[in-house]
């Protein structure tokens, strides 16, 4: 069973980064069938998607538009877990933040389906 | 905003079947797969259904999805007070060299 276990400082200041990290067992972060993905929720903008850090050949990422120019999703293959930055935080950046795994469930079939526990991150000064 | 398109709200009785509806777009749902996910109050959202109607092991068959051209709907037959929960489509995106996509979200009310 995979478990995703996140870590990291609730409260960050206006301008600053955001700093979170997810640890994985039951699976490698080096896995080729698999994502890993940085989600977040607020009343404000629901369910939105951040990005992705994958290995097949080499490590790849993919970012949402939004975001862009902001976020950096890093793996540890050291410590088995990825990283989430998010740099010049402001309040809006206020939420729920969750890891989780996109897997091939059946061919062509990509969902979701490991989330962790989810940490709520304030920007306030 | 949410590209995909759900109900605020739906309710039901328990036994009742209810339907929420998810509408998006060529660029998301009407070229891929669309799954649901079950978020209860405080929790981590829940792996649902996948590939428009396949249900994970361990979830009940009274829950089924469909998808037809640009729009997506799941169903729960035989409502029960657990099921209490809010509900979210999601697809993936091919615009914007591709991303995920949700839906905003239905509360689902057992009365």
């Known amino acids: 069973q995979v478990q995703l276990q996140q870590s990291g400082p609730g409260l960050v200041k206006p301008s600053q980064t955001l700093s979170l990290t997810c640890a994985i067992s039951?699976?490698?972060?080096?896995?080729?069938?698999?994502?890993w993905n940085w989600i977040r929720q607020s009343p404000s903008r629901g369910l939105e998607w951040l990005g992705r850090t994958y290995y097949r050949s080499k490590w790849s990422n993919d970012y949402a538009v939004s975001v862009k120019s902001r976020i950096t999703i890093n793996p540890d293959t050291s410590k088995n877990r990825f990283s989430l930055q998010l740099n010049s935080v402001t309040p809006e950046d206020t939420a729920v933040y969750y890891c989780a795994r996109s897997a091939d469930i059946v061919a062509g079939a990509v969902a979701f389906d490991f989330w962790g526990q989810g940490t709520l991150v304030t920007v306030s000064s | 905003q949410s590209v995909l398109t759900q109900p605020p709200s739906a309710s039901g009785t328990p036994g009742q079947r209810v339907t929420i509806s998810c509408s998006g777009s060529s660029s998301n749902i009407g070229s891929n797969i669309v799954n649901w996910y079950q978020q209860l109050p405080g929790t981590a959202p829940k792996f649902l259904i996948y590939s428009n109607n396949q249900r994970p092991s361990g979830v009940p068959d009274r829950f089924s999805g469909s998808k037809s051209g640009t729009s997506a709907s799941l169903a729960i037959s035989g409502l029960q007070s657990e099921d209490e929960a809010d509900y979210y489509c999601?697809?993936?995106?091919?615009?914007?060299?591709?991303?995920?996509?949700f839906g905003g979200g239905t509360k689902l009310t057992v009365l």
């Open positions: 039951g699976d490698s972060v080096s896995s080729k069938s698999v994502a």
């Open positions: 999601a697809a993936w995106d091919d615009s914007l060299n591709g991303h995920w996509l």
